[in-house]
């Protein structure tokens, strides 16, 4: 293809031409095939590939040109030709361009700081039931330490207020949440667990998605995976966990 048809074809696309040269060009594409998919081909290659490539390519092409017409005495390569090169190219090339600047996928790790946030606080210092005095304050320390959002601290506060109001499953949950909020997935779990297998329906839901999340901060794929996929329609955080799932190696 000589250079000024690809200038006419650039000048096409970018609309330069005066009406006169458009309706010329239009004319001639309705009566060369070859031309008028040199021309879809060229607006393809500008839509997917970024400009140093498809710079690339022309450099390429013509000197393939230039070599094929050195050889030839004086031929230029065929507008058939020129098709089936840049035809090529958008195919390789597109798949390149999706390689380069596709995001990377996110580790187990990244996918679980994506995702987790500490459950909202539901008890409050009239939560207490049968504390009183100085359990009674131990309760608020481990709401302030939640709110301040000191969690290690938390953690081992809501665990002391579980053994000695046992019947009270918040304490665990949130004591399993603050682990899983201070980096302690494998404490987590095992709270988490054991709550599973006793909780009450109402807190089953809730237990299901930060067990699934604390299963992907200890790189337990099958284990997360199992669980967060046992997450119905309609029941807590349900789309993200569909979207965890997508998301996971």
Known sequence: MREEQYEKIEAYLEGTLNEEEKLA????????????????????????????????????????????????????????????????????????????????????????????????????????????????LKLNEALEAYADKNYSKAAIAFQNLAEIEPDNELYELYSGLSHLAAGHADTSIEILEVLQRKSSPSLREQIQWYLGLAYLKNDQKEEAKRTLSSIDEGEYRYEEAKKVLEDMR
């Open 25 to 136: 060009f239009e004319k001639e594409m309705s009566e060369d095939q070859a031309l008028k998919n040199a021309v879809a081909l060229e607006k393809d290659l500008q839509t997917f590939l970024p400009d140093t490539a498809e710079l690339a390519f022309r450099q390429n092409l013509e000197q393939v040109n230039k070599n094929w017409k050195n050889k030839q005495g004086g031929s230029t390569i065929s507008m058939r030709w020129f098709s089936i090169a840049a035809g090529m190219l958008l195919v390789f090339g597109f798949s390149f361009w999706k390689t380069i600047f596709s995001p990377a996928p996110l580790n187990n790790q990244e996918l679980f700081a994506a995702h987790f946030e500490p459950y909202q606080m539901v008890l409050n210092t009239r939560s207490g039931g049968q504390l009183e005095g100085e359990n009674q």
